[in-house]
């Protein structure tokens, strides 16, 4: 198999654009690393590539699951990805993966483990003792958990609920699993070339300003109320992602549009410090400081050609 490309990093790094000019360069098809592109309907607030952009270079791995659908797991996102590049490897086709959720970058690249299955019967009851009292049920989590507890939302249920069941389950934190992977690293499932995006936090978080204003006026307000009309309940997972779950409470009168925008920045900077975070644990990756996808290309070409192709 050819080596797979990641190029990974925060938000607003041009992270799509330079894996098109790539992807063109070397024949490749990309696979997307996003854990809200994986949403039908969802695509503004995810800046899924738009059919232009599909046409340019073939994507993989957008629009595969409804967002009501809470049976999807970071394990299926595997088992989707691990039957795309086996198709690529069939067709000889370079993959390029393209993204900033680490968790989904490291269920293709690293042999993790996903801590312990779920049990259904305590799920069911520990979801009915967050409906009743969130934030009792997150302080009660974080107090054994200070790591989960400072890096989960009180509205992600999902994770939230998944590090209490882990926890009851094993007896250890949720966050204590992720302490194995500098021995997943040692452990590839797939040989791979890293690439990481960034810039310098003050033009990064003008990057995220500048990326939301542009979403609101692309229509993501009339996307989200559309998500809404369809019936899709905002406690659900999908509807947590940033954007989504800020104009959701615009819309159900909870705060004004102008303080909802407001809070859709700050979380956004927020959570690229947390894939910054992320990714920086992987001393693997090759970083570049790039303000834009022109100066990110010219950068990573001659690396990408040395690396993959040496």
């Not at 997943?184 to 690439?195: E, G, K």
């Not at 905002?234 to 809070?263: F, H, N, T, W």
Request: charged share 30%.
């Amino acid at each position: 198999m050819k080596p797979l490309l990641l190029i990974c990093g925060p938000t607003a790094c041009h992270k799509s654009e330079t894996a098109l000019r790539i992807g063109e360069r070397l024949g490749g098809e990309i696979l997307s690393v996003d854990s809200v592109a994986v949403y039908r309907g969802m695509d503004i607030g995810s800046a899924k590539p738009d059919l232009s952009e599909r046409q340019r270079v073939p994507h993989h791995l957008i629009d595969i699951v409804d967002p009501d659908d809470m049976s999807f797991s970071v394990a299926a996102f595997q088992q989707a990805a691990d039957a795309v590049l086996r198709d690529l490897d069939r067709r000889g086709v370079q993959p390029i993966l393209v993204g900033g959720s680490g968790l989904y970058c490291d269920a293709v690249l690293e042999d993790m483990g996903y801590a312990l299955p779920a049990d259904k019967e305590l799920r069911i009851r520990l979801e009915g003792e967050y409906d009743a009292d969130p934030r009792g049920f997150f302080d009660e989590m974080a107090r054994d958990d200070g790591p989960s507890g400072e890096k989960l939302h009180l509205n992600d249920k999902k994770r939230v609920v998944r590090a209490r069941e882990v926890f009851l389950l094993s007896g250890k934190p949720f966050s204590s699993f992720n302490q194995q992977y500098m021995t997943a690293q040692r452990h590839d499932r797939y040989p791979a070339v890293r690439v990481g995006l960034t810039m310098p936090r003050e033009k990064l978080y003008a990057a995220i300003d500048h990326r939301v204003d542009r979403m609101m006026a692309q229509g993501l307000l009339d996307e989200v109320k559309r998500l809404k009309d369809r019936g899709y309940d905002r406690k659900l997972p999908a509807m947590q992602a940033i954007g989504y779950a800020q104009l959701y409470a615009y819309l159900e009168g909870e705060v004004s549009l102008e303080a909802a925008v407001d809070i859709i920045k700050r979380a956004t900077r927020q959570f690229a410090k947390r894939q910054l975070t992320w990714f920086r644990r992987d001393e693997r990756i090759q970083w570049f400081d790039c303000e834009d996808y022109e100066e990110a290309y010219r950068q990573i070409k001659p690396y990408v050609k040395e690396t993959i192709y040496s």
